[in-house]
């Protein structure tokens, strides 16, 4: 499974000045975090980012004794800057639970300009812009969550729908008429006997998984920079 998470940069440089400040930047051992670089082209930078956490624990034994014992791990983050017409993503695959820190070091050796911004995804717009552009491939979604649905002038609810056709469509038709907003969605996409499966956020987490998984994040990588254009 690919998990990827989208993120809208400013880069205040080139992205080849951009990998040259990677560069400049290398992991070593006993330095808390570092880069390691990976590829460039014209149109994306990859690298990957290290940081190193120490953990320290007291360690007591039942005659009293207390020991401190430090453990270290790494944190790895892959991430792609790619450039789409005039603006930048950072694409980070199956990202760590916080990329904090990523992007504090990226602020870091770019300079104060350097920002880095949630991308929003309209989910009811991404299940039609995947139907639309893969012919040979049948979507389906299975499932949607709903948060803010208005019930009434004083109460709203979260509501999650299973559906064997289409959750969206679903949700569409029973609350016609109120608003309420997509907070994720699961969808599979089906080729024959092949068959792959989506979840979608709206807060721009993506996880794809089976044989088209190359194809369809480059469909949503697609979507997105339709999005900032």
């Known amino acids: 499974m690919k998990k990827i998470k ?58 009293g004794n ?26 980070l695959e199956n990202p760590s639970r916080s990329v904090r820190e990523l992007i504090r070091k990226l602020s870091e050796i770019l300079g104060t300009r350097f920002y880095a911004s949630a991308i929003q995804i309209d989910i009811h717009a991404l299940s039609e812009f995947l139907s639309n552009n893969r012919d040979s491939i049948h979507l389906k979604n299975t499932r949607a969550l709903l948060s803010g649905v208005n019930l009434d002038k004083g109460s709203s609810a979260t509501i999650e729908i299973t559906s064997l056709k289409d959750a969206i469509h679903d949700a569409r038709y029973h609350f016609k008429g109120k608003t309420f907003k997509i907070e994720r969605a699961r969808f599979t996409a089906s080729s024959g006997t092949k068959k792959s499966t989506i979840e979608v956020r709206s ?27």
Do not use: Q, W
Not at 41 to 58: G, N, R
Not at 66 to 90: A, G, P, Q
Not at 206 to 224: A, C, Q, R, T, Y
């Open 66 to 91: 207390t020991e401190e014992v430090t453990s270290k791990r790494y944190i790895i983050n892959e991430f792609t800057i790619s450039r789409i017409r005039n603006d930048h993503i950072l694409i």
């Open 6 to 63: 989208l993120l809208k940069i400013f880069l205040p440089n080139s992205l080849e000045e951009t990998y040259s400040k990677i560069l400049n930047n290398p992991f070593k051992i006993g330095a808390p975090n570092g880069f390691e670089p990976i590829k460039i082209s014209e149109s994306y930078a990859c690298a990957k980012f290290i940081e190193e956490v120490i953990s320290k624990e007291l360690i007591i034994d039942p005659f």
């Open 203 to 229: 807060t721009g987490l993506i996880s794809v998984h089976g044989p088209d998984e190359k194809s369809l994040v480059e469909l949503i990588n697609m979507f997105i920079a339709e999005g900032l254009s």
